[in-house]
């Protein structure tokens, strides 16, 4: 008895992301049928262009489209895709070169309802595009303008000329835009630097749904902006921003959280706050469950300590550079991290193995640890080492003094472990890595760039989920390569740059069993030539970019050839 449609696609539906349809939809024509109708995200690049027709069919659930390393004009795609009749929700066009204002009109001529719209890092970026946003897709609620590129509009000493003036985003801008969108929730206003504090009482007086709110690097927005927005925006719950307290704290932002009661994400990056600070936002009793202090100064161990005694709720907790801490104050930090599952403690130069390990044993639903540029590798570990299923992701890099030691006991502690990071961290050797890897067959990700101390990591044993594999700078050479494509299938991303003895028998070894291998990175292989890389987007079709080695220029014809075959090749770091 066959299963109906709607089982299998429940079971499809379980799937982590949709490139796990590939190969169930070479399976039979039924599921090539279900994986395409399941399909609700599409990344554009260059190589795509040319089937993007045949694709949109293909997939008719698409809601969501993103443009990625597309240097092509915009314009004439989106009014392809407004012909497509799509459930279209969500459009990403960043880091473009400039706003495509005409196919944007198409779009909304055909998709108003567009929800969801990210315009971050858009160059020639200017109000009145700002306002026909507004005009084009007016059930917009989540908008990121952040970081517009107006880097050729400056002269040579640093100023504007009167011409790019008029091309920058104002409080003019952001008044269209708001009067159009009484459904806003979200917005990213970062890197604007020329909207001032009249830009957000507009946004908290127009969008009463306004719930988050992004401006990072706004030079022009004090903190009686900041203080007005969240005393006026009764549903505000997340705000991010950096460079407060320079050059002190004023009164009306401190009192400012007794009325930010539906507050729970908290972002100050890379300001000077104080412990009056979080003191008052400890006793302001909001339903806080992410606190994000990166990079702050001028508060101490007894503020950080009082603010999270009130809030043992928290979830994410980012104390990057808090170089007070120690191992033993983090035990005692420790206690209120019951519900905590990320922890960003990198920089903070005093904590060694010995909070690392207390955090796995005594955090039971911590799952993301970062803990970079700290000082791993000197402690001796604790006699009681606490297995924590729950941890998949340790990002370590830049600890000089952690060893093999420091990466068997993480093994054994983190059995799921699914990401790990160790980049430029010169004393682990291939007898640590192994170790791990033997015991963490779950490992997904593995970033080991430039870790002076491996020098072979030939593997004897199958990796069956590894994806991402960052090999920067190490002295792997061909039999090792050669060992990673028979033992890691799933193979999708793999970074070799600098890889002086890798070459082409090597490289021909590796393509042969990684059929799911979408990228490679061979810059400053100097041993591999221009010639493999033909072969191997002909015996590879997965392959969708790759980097040449630096000095390989391909010719016009060669150029049109690997674009037919769907890979985008670039030169070193320039796109060809």
Request: with cysteine; proline share 4%.
């Amino acid at each position: 008895m066959e299963l109906p449609e709607e089982c299998w696609e429940s079971i499809f539906s379980f799937l982590e992301h949709h490139r796990y349809f590939e190969p169930l939809s070479l399976v039979c024509k039924r599921f090539l049928s279900i994986s395409n109708h399941l399909r609700c995200t599409l990344t554009i690049t260059d190589p795509t262009l040319e089937s993007l027709p045949n694709l949109l069919l293909r997939f008719p659930n698409l809601t969501t489209i993103v443009f990625r390393d597309f240097h092509g004009n915009l314009d004439p795609v989106l009014s392809l895709i407004s012909q497509s009749g799509l459930p279209l929700k969500s459009l990403d066009v960043s880091s473009h070169k400039c706003f495509p204002l005409l196919g944007l009109k198409h779009l909304a001529s055909k998709m108003r309802n567009l929800i969801e719209l990210n315009c971050s890092n858009i160059g020639s970026f200017k109000d009145s595009d700002l306002i026909e946003i507004g005009n084009c897709f007016p059930s917009l609620q989540v908008v990121d303008i952040s970081y517009p590129d107006h880097g050729s509009g400056f002269s040579p000493t640093g100023s504007l000329d009167s011409k790019s003036f008029s091309g920058l985003i104002t409080d003019y801008g952001i008044l269209g835009l708001a009067s159009s969108l009484k459904s806003l929730r979200k917005i990213d206003l970062s890197g604007n630097t020329f909207i001032t504090d009249q830009a957000l009482v507009i946004l908290s007086s127009n969008c009463l749904f306004l719930s988050e709110i992004g401006i990072r690097d706004c030079d022009f927005i004090t903190q009686n902006g900041i203080a007005l927005a969240i005393r006026k925006s009764g549903n505000l719950k997340s705000i991010f921003m950096n460079g407060i307290g320079i050059p002190s704290i004023d009164a009306c932002f401190l009192d400012s959280f007794a009325y930010a009661r539906c507050l729970s994400e908290l972002d100050l990056s890379n300001s000077f706050i104080s412990d009056e600070l979080l003191c008052l936002v400890a006793e302001a009793n909001l339903p806080l469950y992410k606190l994000v202090l990166s990079r702050c100064f001028c508060f101490t161990f007894d503020g950080i300590y009082f603010l999270l005694s009130k809030y043992p709720s928290l979830t994410y907790l980012d104390l990057e550079g808090a170089t007070f801490l120690n191992d033993e104050s983090m035990i005692e930090l420790a206690n209120f991290f019951g519900n905590l599952t990320f922890i960003n403690l990198s920089s903070c130069s005093k904590l060694t193995n010995s909070t690392l390990f207390y955090l796995m044993g005594n955090c039971p639903l911590l799952t993301i640890i970062n803990m970079e540029r700290t000082n791993l590798g000197v402690e001796a570990f604790s006699a009681e080492i606490v297995v924590n299923p729950r941890v998949k992701a340790l990002h370590l890099g830049w600890n000089n003094n952690m060893n093999d030691e420091c990466l068997k006991m993480a093994s054994y502690v983190c059995p799921n472990l699914e990401v790990l990071n160790v980049t430029y961290c010169s004393g682990i050797t291939e007898e640590g890595l192994l170790q791990i890897l033997k015991n963490c067959l779950q490992i997904r990700c593995l970033e080991i760039s430039k870790c002076q101390g491996v020098n072979n990591l030939e593997l004897h044993f199958e990796l069956p989920k590894l994806e991402v594999l960052q090999a920067e700078g190490l002295a792997i050479d061909d039999e090792t390569l050669a060992s990673i494509g028979k033992r890691c299938g799933r193979l999708s991303r793999l970074n070799l740059e600098g890889c002086l003895n890798v070459t082409a028998r090597g490289v021909e070894g590796l393509i042969v069993n990684c059929k799911a291998l979408k990228e490679m990175n061979l810059r400053w292989c100097n041993n591999v030539s221009l010639d493999i890389v033909a072969w191997m987007v002909l015996s590879r079709p997965s392959l969708r970019k790759v980097t040449l080695p630096c000095g390989s220029v391909p010719t016009a014809n060669r150029k049109d050839f690997f674009l037919r075959h769907g890979c985008w090749v670039c030169q070193g770091w320039l796109f060809l």
